[in-house]
């Protein structure tokens, strides 16, 4: 019985970690008017026929906190690294001097940051949701293995623990969520 309470707490404690990593890629994309070349990660690159993320193609780098600078490993990627950005609908308008690709990241409006905030704050309580999806999924099994002959005091001290885990995983949502905000909000 021991062994499948540890399972089912494993279970619990990778489904958390999941909904953090999420929440952390999807906080990427939300542009804060800081350059980040992790705000291109998404962007593939038609590279000989064959489909590859931006970073196997080109060397990523933020020069200044508006620019995010593309260096090609290759001339003739340029332009397909451009027509990849302008495809990606992240809203950036590539400049090219023949050697490496520059983006310019403008400073978003006070509404804009407000929309981002919100924006930022659902994919928390999404990502909370999945939190408390995980425990009532955990809760449940162990009230099946209890029904199995599990003791009481073993199934308590599982609860307990996934309980702990929920609190501490909602404490570093709360401080991706808040550090994001204070980025978004600081001009």
Same mark, same amino acid.
């Given at each position: 019985?021991?062994?499948?309470?540890?399972? +089912?707490?494993? +279970?619990?404690?990778?489904?958390?970690?999941?909904?953090?990593?999420?929440?952390?890629?999807?906080?990427?994309?939300?542009?804060? %008017?800081?350059?980040?070349?992790?705000?291109?990660? *998404?962007?593939?690159?038609?590279?000989? %026929?064959?489909?590859?993320?931006?970073?196997?193609?080109?060397?990523?780098?933020?020069?200044?906190?508006? /620019?995010?600078?593309?260096?090609?490993?290759?001339?003739?990627?340029?332009?397909?690294?451009?027509?990849? =950005?302008?495809?990606?609908?992240?809203?950036? !308008?590539?400049?090219?001097? %023949?050697?490496? +690709?520059?983006?310019?990241?403008?400073?978003? /409006?006070?509404?804009?940051?407000?929309?981002?905030?919100?924006?930022? !704050?659902?994919?928390?309580? =999404?990502?909370?949701?999945?939190?408390?999806?995980?425990?009532?999924? *955990?809760?449940?099994?162990?009230?099946?293995?209890?029904?199995?002959?599990?003791?009481?005091?073993?199934?308590?001290?599982?609860?307990?623990?996934?309980? !702990?885990?929920? /609190?501490?995983?909602?404490?570093?949502?709360?401080?991706?969520?808040?550090?994001?905000?204070?980025?978004?909000? /600081?001009?």
């Amino acid at each position: 019985m021991q062994e499948e309470v540890q399972m +089912i707490l494993d +279970i619990c404690k990778e489904r958390m970690e999941h909904a953090i990593s999420h929440l952390d890629k999807e906080l990427v994309h939300i542009r804060a %008017g800081k350059a980040s070349p992790r705000m291109l990660d *998404s962007v593939m690159v038609d590279y000989y %026929g064959s489909m590859v993320p931006i970073v196997q193609v080109s060397n990523l780098s933020t020069p200044d906190a508006r /620019t995010i600078a593309i260096q090609p490993w290759e001339k003739a990627m340029i332009r397909p690294i451009e027509k990849a =950005i302008i495809n990606s609908n992240l809203g950036f !308008n590539p400049d090219n001097n %023949g050697e490496i +690709i520059r983006i310019n990241v403008p400073a978003p /409006t006070e509404q804009r940051r407000k929309d981002m905030v919100k924006t930022v !704050n659902k994919e928390g309580e =999404i990502a909370k949701v999945s939190l408390r999806s995980a425990r009532k999924e *955990s809760n449940d099994n162990l009230k099946k293995l209890l029904k199995d002959g599990l003791s009481e005091d073993l199934e308590k001290d599982a609860e307990d623990i996934v309980q !702990n885990m929920i /609190t501490d995983f909602s404490k570093k949502i709360d401080k991706m969520l808040e550090d994001k905000n204070h980025e978004i909000l /600081t001009i």
